[in-house]
Each structure stands twice: as structure tokens, then as C-alpha cells.
């Protein structure tokens, strides 16, 4: 790779987190799989778009290392970049030659140091992005037995930016868990309770039994509830009478 300011490092670093909240085609506070789809479709008549996809796919899986892909995490991530590749200016010339740039660098570092040379020039407005699709919760329903009330309960008051999806975001089918691992946060756990308050006492306590159930192993649909949101379960488990135990599983993995 060319010797490379680091003015444009951070330039393209500012231009490439404006460009990251555009990129979130489904409008759902966070980078998916599908975003990165729809937008390597969209460079091959828009060409500029590929850099931009291929640099968005390598930040977002560092991103979901450290908590998820959500919008505020790539752009944690962008900035730690940006950070280590100044880092990398061993002889404080305000650049990088190719000997620099070496093999010390990630595979993230690599491409944002490729977007940068791409996007030389290029502001936000040159950037045209497909038409964001707009995300609609799920609507709660009571009907059905106590998985499927619980699976309601996740779709409708579970934000997408917090939860972990496989292979592509919404792909499950209707009435089934649509994230492969929900993040409930205590607002969250807030809306659920009380969404479960109006119903009938034995209802409740077979849902929440559930939810809880849910918080113990690693299977598709399962619910990692934060500390603040197990307490709110906790309180709410002790109203009902009810003495569960919530814990924090891990993501599930995809079984090829």
C-alpha cells in the first residue's frame, strides 16, 4: 500500500463514522449482515460503495467482539483505528510508509487505511445509499402457550441494536424468536413487566418462568438480561411469588 498521510487517516475515520449511521439500511441502530449485503449489491453499479462495504463488514465483526455491532460500538472502533494506526508513525513524519504499515496492522486497520486512499476527496453527499428500510416492533399478544407469549414479549420489546441475529436480520419466521440471542436492558425489562401485568396472574407467572428459563442456556431465542434488567425481573418474580434464578448465556452458534 502507498505511503499515506495520517490527516487523511482521520479524515476518512470522521467521513467513515457519519457514513456508518447511512449504512444502517434497517434502521436498527446497528450494522447487520444484511446492511453489509445490500450495500456490496448496491456497489456493483455504484462503485464507491465497495470499500465502503468491505471496511463496514471487517469494523463491524470487531465491534460484535467487544458487545455487539451497534452504531456506537463501530464507531468506538473506528476511533481505537484510527488511534493504533498513528500509533504505527515510528519516525513522527505525520505518515505512513509502506514499511510502517507492515504486518502489525489488523485486518480492520488494512481497510480502513484502503477506505482512506478510496475516499481521498469524497464527502458524505457523494455517498447515495439505498432506501433505509424502517423497523416495526412486533405487536405483544397473550395468545398461545407460555413460549410463544414469551416470544411476543422479546419481538415486540427486545431493540434490535441490543440483540444478536443469525444468518440475516428478520429472517424468522412469524410467532418465533427473532433475535437468536435478545439483550434486555433495565428500560426493556421495564415495558415487559408491565406489558405482562395485564394479564391473567398464572399467565404472568408462566411467561416470566420461561423468560428466566431463557437466561440459562445458549439456544436460539435465548435472553441476556443486564444487571439492571435482572433486577427488575427479580423484583418482579418475588411479586409473583415466584423464586427463578437468571443468568447471562452466551450467543448461540450457527450449525452448519
Known amino acids: 500500500m502507498p505511503s499515506i498521510k495520517l490527516t487523511q487517516v482521520n479524515k476518512a475515520g470522521q467521513l ?14 446497528a450494522i447487520r449482515e444484511s446492511d453489509i449485503a445490500k450495500l456490496t449489491e448496491h456497489a456493483r453499479t455504484h462503485g464507491e460503495f465497495g470499500p465502503l462495504a468491505s471496511t463496514l463488514d471487517s469494523l463491524r465483526g470487531s465491534a460484535r467482539k467487544k458487545g455487539g455491532p451497534s452504531l456506537s460500538n463501530i464507531k468506538k472502533v473506528i476511533d481505537d483505528a484510527t488511534k493504533k494506526i498513528a500509533s504505527y508513525d515510528k519516525d ?36 447515495k445509499f439505498p432506501a433505509k428500510h424502517e423497523w416495526q416492533p412486533g405487536h405483544f399478544s397473550w395468545r398461545g402457550t407460555a413460549e410463544q407469549v414469551c416470544n411476543s414479549l ?9 440483540d444478536n441475529f443469525f444468518p440475516h436480520w428478520g429472517e424468522s419466521e412469524p410467532g418465533t424468536p427473532r433475535a437468536s440471542r ?5 428500560n426493556e425489562a421495564k415495558t415487559m413487566v408491565t406489558a405482562l401485568k395485564e394479564l391473567y396472574v398464572s399467565r404472568q407467572k408462566s411467561v416470566l418462568t420461561e423468560l428466566a ?27 409473583l411469588g415466584l423464586d427463578l434464578t437468571w443468568g447471562h448465556p452466551a450467543a448461540p452458534h450457527v450449525i452448519i
Open 154 to 162: 422479546l419481538n415486540a420489546y427486545s431493540k434490535p441494536a441490543n
Open 16 to 29: 467513515l463514522k457519519k457514513l456508518v449511521d447511512k449504512a444502517d439500511l434497517n434502521d436498527d441502530k
Open 182 to 186: 435478545f439483550g434486555v436492558d433495565g
Open 92 to 127: 513522527a513524519d505525520g505518515k505512513l510508509s509502506n514499511e510502517e504499515q507492515g504486518r502489525r496492522m489488523t485486518v480492520g486497520e488494512s481497510q480502513l487505511l484502503g477506505f482512506a486512499l478510496a475516499a481521498k476527496n469524497k464527502k458524505v453527499s457523494d455517498y
Open 213 to 239: 428459563r431463557r437466561t440459562q442456556a445458549s439456544e436460539y431465542g435465548c435472553v441476556n438480561p443486564n444487571e439492571a434488567a435482572t433486577k427488575v425481573f427479580k423484583k418482579y418474580a418475588e411479586e
